[in-house]
């Protein structure tokens, strides 16, 4: 039995720009990403990391390649199917709540979709808060009137909502102040060891990553040029590209 949750072969996206012919942002990525695995995917601006996320989530077709997702090909699958066992948190959570609709709505969003009675929802609501240490009457509140931090905290508990198997974090911590990024990195990891969920972890900051990736991967110009352990990669990188990347952050 295979402990994968996701497996991409030969990952490739083109994108056609007017006037300025084919653009390869993602050439032939492949990896693995075993049950419960958090794997660190970083690279400069550019290199490709949101695209092959995106990818996963079915947000973007593939120009080719397979992605597999617990044994099931994500190209050809429903983006209803993908999402409950894929949810992605991303770098602005204000911009991913609607300022319209209190963060409990959002949150439960999913939950009713599923069949939940508004009971039923308002209960696990409260549960998902308390799981990412804020406090319940949040629900009521709306994406202005909480904090950066706090509201990253709410995304991540609605992302949590359906269970998924794999969490795709981009850059999710980067646009927080160091000490609110270091409480988010360990929520997720309290998170990851208690639902055995994995996670692709992007971000631009290796030392982050460093300390909180299983595994890291190291892109540039839409290619993997660097894999292994977080110490292998930092004490040992076999890419110019990787010693320039550590040299300038650590
Ligand atoms: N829809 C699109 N159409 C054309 N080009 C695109 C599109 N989306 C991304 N690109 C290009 O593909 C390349 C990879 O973009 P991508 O967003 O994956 O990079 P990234 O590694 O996530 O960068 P960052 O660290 O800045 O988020 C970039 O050159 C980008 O301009
Ligand atoms: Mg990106």
């Given amino acids: 039995m295979t402990t994968e949750i996701l497996s991409v072969q030969n990952l490739k996206k083109i994108f056609s720009r007017d006037g300025q012919g084919d653009f390869v942002a993602v050439d032939g990525v492949s990896f693995d990403i075993a049950q419960g695995e958090c794997l660190g995917l970083i690279g400069e601006s550019g290199s490709g990391k949101s695209t092959v996320a995106n990818m996963i989530a079915r947000l973007l077709d593939p120009t080719e390649g397979q992605i597999l997702l617990d044994g099931e090909d994500v190209t050809k699958a429903d983006v209803r199917t993908v999402c409950r066992k894929v949810q992605m948190v991303f770098q602005s959570p204000q911009e991913s709540f609607d300022p319209r609709r209190t963060l409990g709505d959002g949150i439960g969003e999913s939950l009713l979709t599923a069949g939940q009675s ?19 009457d949040f629900a009521r509140r709306y994406p202005h009137e909480v904090s950066g931090g706090q509201c990253q905290r709410a995304a991540i508990a609605r992302a949590l909502a359906i269970e998924p198997k794999l969490l795709l974090c981009d850059e999710a911590t ?20 208690g639902h055995g969920m994995a996670c692709l972890f992007i971000c631009h900051d290796i030392a982050l990553a460093q300390g909180f990736c299983d595994r890291l991967l190291v892109m540039y110009h839409g290619k993997i040029v660097e894999e292994g352990t977080p110490d292998e990669v930092v004490q040992s990188p076999k890419q110019e590209y990787t010693k320039m990347l550590i040299d300038s952050v650590l």
């Fill in 118 to 136: 508004a009971a039923e929802a308002r209960e696990e609501v409260a549960r998902l808060l308390e799981a990412v240490g804020l406090p319940p």
């Fill in 174 to 193: 980067s646009a927080l102040d160091v000490t609110v990024q270091a409480e988010i990195v360990a929520l997720l990891s309290h998170l990851m060891r």
